[in-house]
């Protein structure tokens, strides 16, 4: 998935793709980050009627993973953006998603900045993934 620096904006909430973190207002609000990944996909393709299959190659690309990872992690959004959750992720019955609220972006706000532990976190998520992707690779070989 393509890096996004600015923030997106939707009804209350803001995405600070830079620091990776959701917001209601000023108060943040927890989620794992496939959810994060999740919600970041379907925030740039507002309005779109995005496919199962579309969702999973790009947010869990390379991987092979049931389509009930979509499903719970759809049920985590909806929740962490609730009571609107329902609302801003559409269903569309045997096919997809569609994220319905109307985004907009700007660059991303000093106050975004990742704090020492956030940023250490992230390195250390990206170094899991890193290494795990080069064990899978051997593995394969």
């Not at 209601?24 to 740039?44: Q, S």
């Not at 393709?45 to 199962?52: I, Q």
């Not at 991303?108 to 899991?128: N, R």
């Amino acid at each position: 998935m393509s890096l996004i620096r600015n923030d997106l904006h939707f009804g209350r909430f803001t995405l600070e793709c830079s620091a990776r973190q959701l917001r209601r207002g000023a108060e943040p609000i927890v989620i794992p980050p496939k959810a994060f990944d999740l919600l970041l996909f379907l925030a740039v393709n507002p309005g779109r009627p995005l496919l199962k299959d579309e969702i999973m190659a790009a947010v869990w690309e390379g991987s092979i993973v049931e389509e009930s990872n979509l499903t719970q992690n759809i049920f985590l959004l909806r929740k962490a953006l609730a009571p609107d959750g329902t609302a801003i992720i559409k269903t569309l019955p045997g096919r997809g998603y569609q994220f319905s609220a109307q985004v907009t972006e700007a660059p991303a706000s000093i106050s975004a900045a990742p704090s020492a532990p956030l940023l250490a976190a992230t390195q250390t998520i990206v170094q899991t993934r890193v290494l795990y992707e080069e064990d899978t690779e051997e593995r394969i070989s």
